[in-house]
């Protein structure tokens, strides 16, 4: 998704600005999401079964509050990068959750301590 996300802001940078440039690199993003997203959810809820539909509730809350989000930091940046404006956004959104995911310590691990 890195590697989508980086092209989709290279390839209009470096002059390359097409409709079939942009839909390429979003079906690389969005394929890598449609393998990843099922096995992050199932991986989540398989710590606590007895409460599995609480928390796909709460995570299909956050997901589309998430996108709220997104359309709006988008359209923050309509009137001086329109071409990079959801590119941008995608990029800062999913290294924001990288660096979440790297920097917060695992609940299990953290409670041995």
Known sequence: MMSALALMLALP???IVHKHVF?????????GLGLFLP???S????????RAGTAASLQGFLQMAGGALGAFAVGLFQDGLP????????????????????YIPDGEASRDK
Request: hydrophobic share 65%; net charge positive; charged share 0%.
């Open 13 to 15: 940078l470096a002059g």
């Open 23 to 31: 839909n390429a690199t979003m079906v690389l993003n969005v394929t």
């Open 39 to 41: 096995i992050a959810i």
């Open 43 to 50: 991986a989540a809820l398989q710590r606590h079964p007895s």
């Open 83 to 102: 071409i990079l404006a959801m590119p941008l956004t995608m990029f800062v959104c999913v290294t924001a959750a990288l660096l979440l995911f790297i």
